[in-house]
Each structure stands twice: as C-alpha cells, then as structure tokens.
C-alpha cells in the first residue's frame, strides 16, 4: 500500500515547482514460497520491512495536449529511504547489517500518464515511471559512494507500474495491474508483479 502527495506552485506555462512524496510498504507477511512457510525458515518481508519513503524537490512539466496526458518531474534534489524494522526477515533490502534504516541522496525522474477512453469512461490506462539515482550513500554522514562497495549498494532504482481499469458493465468493473521493480541495493534481478481483480460497483445517488 501507498500514500503520497505532491504540492506544486505555478511557475511559468505548463511548469511547476514543489515536493513529490511517496511513502510505500506492506502489512502483511510474505514468504518466499509455501514450502518454506511449512519449514519454519522464516519470512521474506513483512509491514514495515521493507517500507519505502521517496522524497524530492523539483520541476514538473505538464505536456499541454489533452490526447497525450504526460507529466514529468525532474527532481535535481532527491532522498530514497529504506525501512527494516523486522531484522529477522530473510531479504536486507539493502540495508547495512544491525540497521533499521538506509538513507540515500541523489535525483530522480518520473513520469505519468492517465488517459481515459470512452463517452461513459470505460477504460482508463496510468503508468508511472520513476528512477532514482544516488551518489550520497549515507545521507546522515554525507558519505558519497566513491568505490566499488558503494556503488554496489546504491541505486539506480527503476520502478514502472501500470493500472488498466475496465468497466464491462454498469455494475461489474476489472482492473489489471502490472509493475516492472529493479533496486540493485537489493537484489540484481529484474522483479515482476501483477495482479487482477475483478469487483461490483454501485453508484448511490440522493435525489
């Protein structure tokens, strides 16, 4: 689950100034594989382990065409923080040994876009792009990744999540969700999610 929030203030045409803040974790357990539940070897994540908190200071510019929706923030001054508050979990996610926490300084881009089709709105795409890069390992010491070490623990981060919400009916509606993650504080590996739901909607009205 997310929460975020991005205040922005005019600046001149089509471009803003201000803050993206997003903060991302999870509240229940997860386990690599039903074996190792059964094992007792012990859990992957759990609700704040990992917990993700993005920050940044920037520019955003809105694409001015009401068929191509985009928004892109370029983000000069930016903080990547990781959460881990449960030690016994089987994944570090990249934070150092006996910590609860990493924090990284650096830049980031994003991009989002969320277009609706049809007269009723029937079907809607949002994609958000976001990449992170850091040279600020340790922001509390300012320690910058200056060897080979460093940089192994620091980003790039990529993250592309995509949402296709689908109202087949009036009352029956479906959404897909499908997110592309790579952190290589975490693990050098491309990670994959995708999800499906298929819900009833109902819409009350007071006349």
Do not use: C
Request: proline content about 4%; hydrophobic content about 35%.
């Amino acid at each position: 689950r997310s929460i975020s929030t991005a205040p922005q203030w005019a600046m001149v045409k089509n471009w803003t100034y201000g803050a993206n803040i997003k903060f991302r974790t999870q509240f229940a357990p997860g386990y690599g594989a039903r074996g190792d539940k059964q094992q007792g070897i012990g859990r992957v994540s759990n609700f704040m382990s990992p917990g993700y908190l993005d920050a940044s200071l920037g520019f955003t510019y809105l694409v001015p065409s009401e068929k191509f929706p985009l928004k892109v923030n370029i983000a000069p001054i930016a903080m990547s923080a990781t959460y881990r508050d449960d030690l016994t979990t089987l994944n570090d996610y990249g934070v150092p040994a006996g910590h609860r926490s990493k924090y990284e300084g650096g830049l980031s881009l994003q991009l989002d876009f969320d277009k609706t089709w049809g007269k009723d709105g029937w079907l809607r795409y949002r994609t958000t792009a976001y990449s992170f890069y850091g040279w600020i390992t340790d922001l509390s010491a300012m320690a910058k990744a200056v060897d080979k070490d460093a940089y192994d623990h620091v980003a790039p981060t990529v993250r592309w999540e995509n949402t296709i919400d689908i109202k087949a009916t009036k009352y029956l509606s479906t959404q897909i969700y499908f997110q592309l993650y790579y952190n290589k504080a975490e693990i050098n590996k491309l990670q994959v999610t995708s999800m499906l739901s298929v819900g009833l909607t109902y819409t009350f009205k007071n006349k």
